[in-house]
């Protein structure tokens, strides 16, 4: 077994963080410069910050926030959020981003994946899928933060991220999004299983015992949680505390 890595995620909207329930509903939660700093000090292995209405809004990532974080953060960081084009990538590495996200562009151009991982590496490139059952009894890919159903099938979306080479996926379940009752186990199984690359569980952490449920059920490489991080619910020392009593190995930070 990997060491398995913790990653608080900050949805941002007008340079707020924000939590919601099915990526709806949302309320505000502090500011992501200073969450950060505070989350770098706690213990974190990365951080995720995705500009949740970036995408639908049709405008940038906030440029400016990213470099005021990049100032703060000790650890590795992952933006996403209205990355469409190349210049885009750019703008967003080297305001100080490890990482960027890139979710909604990469269905809509494919070749974005395979352009950025080339000119950038594998490693600074992650996909991120959000999933949401269907009728039929599979997944399908969604788009637009989460609202734009694409008719993809997540499996097979998340093989061909591979093949164009992104670095990583970051799985979100749509329908777990906020409802705090545990990761979708049988989604992140599926994916995990389908890929080689390291897949980041998100959506319904609830509790310390979800993150130990997701890594011990399935070979996810990291948990992403928000709310029980953003209120307090738990820490992070605390979460990985019981990881390792429970047999789990844990990345050293």
């Known amino acids: 077994m990997s060491a398995k890595k913790i990653i608080p995620c900050l949805d941002f909207k007008d340079g707020k963080v924000v939590k919601g329930v099915h990526f709806e509903g949302l309320r505000e939660m502090g500011d992501p410069v200073e969450m950060a700093a505070s989350y770098c000090q706690a213990g ?4 995720v910050f995705l500009d949740i209405s970036a995408t639908t ?18 650890v ?12 885009d990538v750019e703008r967003i590495l080297a305001a100080g981003a490890n990482k960027v996200g890139i979710n909604s562009a990469a269905v809509q151009n494919p070749n974005l994946i395979v352009e950025a991982s080339k000119k950038f590496g594998s490693n600074s ?3 991120a899928v959000d999933a949401k059952l269907a009728t039929d009894g599979t997944w399908h890919v969604m788009t637009h933060g989460g609202q734009k159903d694409t ?22 379940s749509v329908d777990r999004d906020g409802v705090k009752d545990g990761y979708d186990l049988k989604l992140t199984k599926a994916i995990v299983d389908a890929v080689s690359i390291p897949v980041i569980a998100s959506g319904g952490c609830g509790n310390a015992e979800h993150i130990v449920e997701v890594f011990k059920q399935t070979n996810v490489a990291a948990a992403l949680a928000a709310s029980i991080f953003h209120e307090n619910t738990t820490s992070i020392q605390d979460v990985k505390q019981l990881c390792l009593n429970q047999g789990v190995k844990m990345n050293e930070s």
Do not use: C, H, N, Y
């Open 151 to 172: 008719g993809l099938d997540v499996i097979a979306w998340s093989k061909k991220l591979e093949q164009l080479g992104a670095g990583s996926i970051l799985l979100t």
């Open 44 to 47: 974190a292995d990365e951080l």
């Open 125 to 127: 490139i992650v996909a």
């Open 76 to 87: 590795p960081f992952t933006v996403g959020g209205g990355i469409k084009l190349m210049e």
């Open 57 to 74: 809004e049709e405008r940038d990532t906030l440029v400016d926030m990213v470099k005021k974080v990049a100032e703060k953060a000790t």
